[in-house]
């Protein structure tokens, strides 16, 4: 905790304000709940700072993301330090030893202000909010009084379906992709066939796990799936946010998910390891302080990769075509 600097009015609802050290960051770079960065520190100024957050800040530091001309991005996550250890040398920056650190995203903070009355100051310091999902009320409905966690369930259920289809067809494609490269003379009735051999050994991969043929086919699926279980593990583990929505009997007896497996699958869903070209959605999901929300933008994500992959092998078949 502290005191706030003259100017800034604590919003009761927002929270206290906190000083945060700030390491400018791109955009592509931003870090989603649970996911980890690892940083070498050359420069004096980055060292100062990197003390700083470790001595006063309890070791956490916050990635300012830099978005020209405008600035750094207001929403920020909010990163421990991890691990970090000391390697001398000289580093060419006029210093002589260089800090190598982990960061962990740990959650968010909305940018107040920045801190710019010290010119002597080397390093970016701020004030910021903590930022957190708005289902912590009691009652847990949603604005339309719709349940959270039934309404947060349903569209888990609807994104793994989604994601099943995807992994379905990635594999497809790599498969395909496979095809060619053996034989580019391949007839469409030939490639027809190898992928609907190729559907048929998948459905028994689950009776036959020592089958090579059947793990070379599933290999993409297989991937993906363990990228996403690794991304949603992580972003349970670093779930520091309290939730007063607690699970009925009845939810326990239908096996719903809990308020906190929700919003774990509303990170890890956006894991850069699943999808490409997803920067515009991960850096949506950090402003969203809504959990049912942040899953309909995951949804919304997933389908319109799930309808690029199928134009792409559309587009194979139609050329395919004699």
């Known amino acids: 905790m502290f005191d706030a600097p003259a100017g800034l009015v604590e919003d009761k609802e927002s929270g206290p304000f906190r000083e945060i050290c700030i390491l400018p960051f791109p955009l592509d770079d931003a870090l989603l709940q649970g996911e980890t960065k690892e940083l070498c520190l050359y420069e004096e100024r980055f060292h100062k700072l990197f003390e700083k957050a470790i001595n ?4 956490v530091v916050a990635m300012g993301l830099l978005a020209p001309p405008s600035g750094i991005l207001q929403s920020m996550p909010l990163c421990e330090i991890e691990s970090f250890q000391k390697m001398e040398g000289n580093t060419g920056f006029g210093t002589n030893y260089s800090i190598l650190a982990t960061i ?41 009084g719709r349940d959270i966690m039934k309404l947060g369930n349903e569209l888990a259920d609807k994104l793994e379906h989604v994601f099943s289809s995807i992994i379905i067809l990635e594999t497809r494609l790599e498969q395909q992709e496979e095809y060619v490269e053996i034989d580019e003379e391949v007839s469409e009735a030939t490639l027809r066939r190898m992928l609907l051999e190729a559907e048929l050994e998948d459905d028994d991969d689950e009776d036959d796990e020592d089958d090579d043929d059947d793990d070379d086919a599933s290999f993409s699926g297989d991937g993906m799936r363990a990228a996403f279980e690794h991304a949603l593990k992580q972003a349970r583990a670093s ?3 309290g939730y007063r929505i607690s699970m009925s009997q009845s939810d326990k007896d239908n096996n719903l998910r809990s308020v906190q497996e929700l919003s774990a699958l509303s990170w890890a869903y956006f894991s850069p390891e699943l999808f490409e070209d997803n920067l515009s959605f991960r850096l949506r999901a950090i402003e969203v302080t809504d959990l ?26 139609s050329n395919d075509d004699p």
């Open 292 to 317: 049912i929300d942040r899953l309909k933008l995951a949804l919304v994500m997933s389908m319109k990769h799930r309808s690029k992959l199928k134009e792409v092998l559309k587009s194979r078949d």
């Open 239 to 241: 779930d520091y946010q």
């Open 56 to 59: 006063e800040h309890g070791g």
């Open 104 to 144: 962990r995203s740990v959650g968010r903070g909305n940018l107040m202000s920045i801190d710019e009355e010290d010119e002597n100051k080397e390093f970016l310091t701020g004030w910021c909010t903590e930022m957190s999902d708005d289902e912590s009320q009691s009652d847990g409905k949603t604005a339309s």
